[in-house]
């Protein structure tokens, strides 16, 4: 199995195929590192033509499910492998009242071929889970998921509590979502927003070195 072939399965989104292909590349003892590597070349193709308006939502979510199945094969393969300890962590979840997951499951598959640790609470997550999650993990960076404009409020919900645990000045909060845009995320209190799943990903990365 070639690393080009991973890459191609990526970009044609070949969910069905993915997962034995990448069985196959272990099986051949190939890194699970380089295996990552050309996983994510797929990605950041899929991204690129994402922007170019060649691939539209449904493409990219399509790639964040063969992205899925790839990583189900290659996690413990990579665990085995890696001796660092030293990821960035991510908690990942949509907000109270909100059962919306569709932009946040393609940034957690984003996030995971980046090589971030991340913690995917779901849906309808309530701040005290979040901050629970925060002591619990020591995550760093928080990505908030908010698609209906009544549970915008959530953010700063999630907020207050993060200051009143006395953990705010220690994790960053990016959100994302429909009714939200940079001015009212940072005047609900978070750090940064982005407009998508794909512009979620840059942004965390400038995040994760401030």
Do not use: W
């Not at 295996?35 to 990219?60: F, P, S, W």
């Not at 071929?113 to 701040?127: C, I, Q």
């Amino acid at each position: 199995m070639d690393f080009e072939k991973l890459t191609e399965l990526i970009i044609e989104l070949e969910v069905d195929d993915i997962a034995d292909a990448v069985k196959e590349a272990i099986d051949e003892d190939k890194d699970p590192f380089d295996i990552l590597n050309a996983l994510t070349k797929g990605m950041d193709e899929v991204g690129r033509r994402y922007e170019e308006k060649e691939y539209y939502l449904t493409e990219l979510v399509l790639a964040g499910e063969t992205m899925k199945e790839a990583f189900t094969v290659l996690q413990p393969a990579l665990a085995a492998a890696d001796t660092s300890s030293d990821k960035i962590k991510i908690i990942l979840a949509t907000v109270k009242g909100d059962n919306h997951d569709i932009g946040k499951n393609i940034l957690g598959s984003l996030l995971l071929s980046s090589g971030f640790e991340l913690y995917d609470l779901g849906m309808d997550v309530d701040e005290n889970t979040i901050v629970e999650k925060v002591k619990e993990t020591g995550a760093s960076i928080i990505a908030l998921s908010s698609l209906l404009t009544m549970t915008v409020e959530q953010i700063n919900v999630v907020h207050e509590a993060l200051k009143a645990a006395g953990l705010r000045d220690k994790v960053k909060l990016i959100v994302g979502g429909a009714p939200l845009n940079e001015e009212l995320a940072k005047k609900l209190g978070a750090d940064d927003f982005a407009d998508d799943a794909v512009d979620g990903v840059k942004h965390i990365k400038e995040l994760a070195v401030k």
